[in-house]
């Protein structure tokens, strides 16, 4: 009776996955890219223009500017530290130290390696502070707060430039047709991919998100790994705030109101938990070129801004739901 029952246990773990969880996964892994194809036809049927040379690059600018950030912001919420409330006044902060730099005699490419820099070191102190056990939100809405006013302070709310260095070429150079920020943005999504997927630290970062106590009994620092994720998006937004600046030749306080927002919806809509332990630098990629083009696809049709940020937050709201329900299909 005992061998009966002990083989029965065994069959049953050992069973392939039913047919429902099998579908919830595949529904889990090619949602999102199917929901972006339908979206390009949707678009391109209904959008006079949308597949023009000019309209499409605008959509792949603003997909890397959302993206760099939205790949960075990732390792924080995959490690289980929720999201970021300063992701606009870090990337603000990058592209107003930017031209001072330049403006002083810095060469180029040393003023872009200073200013990330400066940036991880922002990401390492909020990181410090989250791994001490202060609620995240709480902490980097407290860190953009102090960052927007420093940097007001230093700038005087005047815009920053440096007239002497072309900087939009940056923005503007398209090998092979396309527009540089993506070549960075493709970049930075490989690097973060390959740090979360192949090395000790990006393990560690998504195994404190999948299950902290597991973590903590394997000898995985939940400190480290909150920190390490805290100086990748300072390293994100740095480079997101470097090509925003570049291409408009100069930077003010007020830059990027909506990045923060966009950003959180780009990591949500990749289909990232919330809660952490579930999701991919790829995906977040992915979410932030559904966010640029759904946007892009509104302000042609000349949808008021405020019912771009409604329907960009509907979006969010829906996607975050069906995957909810369908993760817990697949558990």
Same mark, same amino acid.
Not at 183 to 212: M, P
């Given at each position: ?31 999102? *890219? %199917?929901? =972006?194809?339908?979206? $390009? &036809? +949707? ?5 006079? /223009? !949308? ?55 810095? *060469? %180029?490419? =040393?003023?872009?390696? $200073? &200013? +990330? ?5 922002? /990401? !390492? ?55 540089? *920020? ?7 999504? +490989? ?72 950003? +959180? ?67």
């Amino acid at each position: 009776m005992t061998l009966q029952t002990d083989t029965a246990s065994l069959s049953a773990t050992t069973a392939p996955p039913a047919p429902s969880r099998r579908a919830a996964e595949f529904v889990i892994r090619w949602s999102l *890219p %199917l929901i =972006l194809l339908v979206t $390009l &036809v +949707i678009a391109t049927a209904t959008t006079p /223009g !949308f597949l023009s040379f000019e309209n499409l690059r605008g959509i792949l600018i603003n997909t890397s500017v959302i993206g760099i950030a939205a790949v960075g912001l990732t390792p924080v919420t995959l490690s289980g530290n929720l999201v970021s409330l300063a992701v606009t006044q870090q990337a603000m902060l990058a592209a107003v130290v930017f031209f001072p730099l330049l403006a002083v005699g810095v *060469p %180029l490419p =040393l003023a872009i390696i $200073l &200013v +990330i820099l400066i940036l991880a070191a922002t /990401g !390492f102190a909020q990181g410090a502070f989250v791994a001490l056990g202060l609620n995240p939100m709480i902490t980097t809405l407290a860190a953009g707060a102090i960052i927007f006013g420093l940097a007001t302070l230093a700038t005087a709310g005047r815009v920053v430039s440096a007239p002497e260095v072309d900087t939009r070429w940056i923005a503007l150079a398209s090998p092979l047709g396309l527009p540089l *920020p993506i070549y960075i943005f493709v970049g930075f999504t +490989i690097l973060t991919t390959f740090f979360i997927d192949r090395t000790v630290t990006g393990r560690k970062i998504s195994l404190a998100g999948a299950n902290r106590e597991t973590a903590r009994l394997s000898g995985v620092s939940f400190r480290a790994a909150t920190i390490a994720a805290f100086v990748v998006l300072g390293i994100g937004t740095a480079i997101s705030g470097i090509v925003v600046a570049a291409q408009a030749g100069q930077a003010t306080t007020l830059d990027l109101p909506t990045l923060t927002s966009n950003v +959180i919806a780009a990591v949500l809509v990749g289909g990232t938990a919330i809660q952490g332990g579930f999701g991919s630098p790829l995906r977040s990629a992915l979410g932030a070129l559904m966010i640029a083009i759904f946007s892009q696809v509104m302000l042609l049709h000349d949808f008021p801004h405020g019912v771009r940020l409604a329907a960009v937050g509907l979006l969010v709201v829906v996607m975050v739901s069906v995957l909810h329900v369908i993760r817990k299909k697949a558990i």
